[in-house]
Every structure is written in C-alpha cells, then in structure tokens.
C-alpha cells in the first residue's frame, strides 16, 4: 500500500491479524517484516466498491480468518474469493482466526446463493464456478 500510495481496506475484524503480522512471521521464518500500513477505511458488508465503470459489493465470508470479505461483481456474475474458496478446495483455517465450521457456513449461506454460474476468483489457483463447487468440492459434499 504505501509503495503505490494506496489506502488499506479492511474489515475491522481483520485488525487483530494485521498487527500480528511482525510477530507471527518469526514463526515461519521470516526474519523481519515491516509494520502494515494503518488502515484509511473499514470495509462493511454490503458496502459497494466502485472505480472506473467497476462496482464490487463486499460480502463478509469469515472463517479462513476472523474478518474475511469476498468481492462480488453483480453486473459481470464474478466473485473474488481470496482465500475462503477455491477450484476443488476451501481456504485453509488451521492458522490462528481460522474456524473450519465458520468458513463452510460464509461459502453455503453467502456464496451459494449468487448462483451457479458466477465464476470464482481465488487468492490462487484456476477460477471456478459456484455451480462447479456445490456439486463436486469434496469439502462442501
């Protein structure tokens, strides 16, 4: 963020994570990481994104971490999911704030119902759909 002079956004229930980030990355080897960027604004659920002719509707999908959002294109039908879900798979919530029970709730409740032809844009990996991920994730069968 302060490399391209852009405002962090988050849900504030991500806070916590943020500033954990300096001391959690000793733990997997990182030997120093710089102090995150305060955030400029708190992103709701609902709220709408919007630049250029884009407009993203930010969806509060908890469980990969305590404040996951996901971004949802209405007018395009597409998602980007981070990390909450994936082609085949689920985000990983073994980490600290992660909730196994609270992630497949945010996907079944939040994500199910944009429908099945809305593709899905993860943190990594190929993009999916929703109708692809309710009738073949072994996580969500």
């Given at each position: ?28 080897g ?14 709701e ?6 630049f250029?002719d ?22 395009e039908?597409?998602?980007?999911a981070g ?10 919530t ?45 996580f969500?069968?």
């Amino acid at each position: 963020a302060r490399h391209y002079n852009l405002v962090l956004e988050i849900h504030q229930g991500e806070l916590p994570v943020l500033e954990s980030v300096p001391q959690v990355s000793q733990l997997y080897g990182i030997p120093k990481v710089e102090e995150s960027p305060s955030p400029g604004h708190f992103l709701e659920e609902g709220e709408q994104i919007k630049f250029g002719d884009t407009e993203l509707q930010v969806i509060f999908t908890p469980g990969h971490s305590p404040a996951s959002i996901s971004l949802w294109n209405k007018k395009e039908d597409y998602l980007i999911a981070g990390d909450v879900l994936f082609y085949g798979s689920i985000g990983r919530t073994d980490l600290p704030g992660g909730d196994m029970q609270t992630l497949l709730s945010s996907i079944r409740e939040k994500l199910f119902p944009l429908g099945d032809s809305c593709v899905v844009y993860s943190g990594h990996g190929p993009k999916t759909s929703i109708g692809f991920e309710k009738g073949s994730n072994p996580f969500l069968n």
